[in-house]
């Protein structure tokens, strides 16, 4: 069992930064890939950014490549999501999830444990 804990999020301007946390607790999360979603109002959750805590690999969606930047801190049990240049449409609850070693894609399915997310609203 793994436990997931998002902070950071809240009100931006846009062109902003706000910076995610997400600490995990339980089973350990030395192998597995960490992904951060985030799902807007009328929409379907979708995949923005994720690590893997061993090797370091990172995955992007297009529409943050560029501005995101996923990271990790495994002393702290902590991945984190760097977020610059927010714009409006970024505006979303964005979920903290951790999967299996494997890639298996943004598939929601492939990621058993979730955070209880964090609001990001970005004002244009």
């Known amino acids: 069992q793994v436990q997931l804990v998002e902070s950071g999020g809240g009100p931006v301007q846009s062109g902003g930064s706000l910076r995610l946390s997400c600490v995990a607790s339980?089973?350990?999360?030395?192998?597995?890939?960490m992904g951060w979603f985030r799902q807007a109002p009328g929409k379907e959750r979708e995949g923005v950014a994720a690590?893997?805590?061993?090797?370091?690999?990172?995955v992007y969606a297009d529409s943050v490549k560029g501005r995101f930047t996923i990271s990790k801190d495994i002393a702290k049990n902590t991945v984190y999501l760097q977020m610059n240049s927010l714009k409006a449409e970024d505006t979303a609850v964005y979920y903290c999830?951790?999967?299996?070693?494997?890639?298996?894609?943004?598939?929601?399915?492939?990621?058993?444990?979730w955070g209880q997310g964090t609001q990001v609203t970005v004002a244009s």
């Open positions: 690590i893997h805590t061993r090797t370091g690999n990172t």
């Open positions: 999830a951790a999967g299996g070693n494997y890639w298996r894609g943004f598939n929601t399915a492939a990621f058993g444990y």
């Open positions: 339980g089973d350990t999360i030395s192998s597995n890939w």
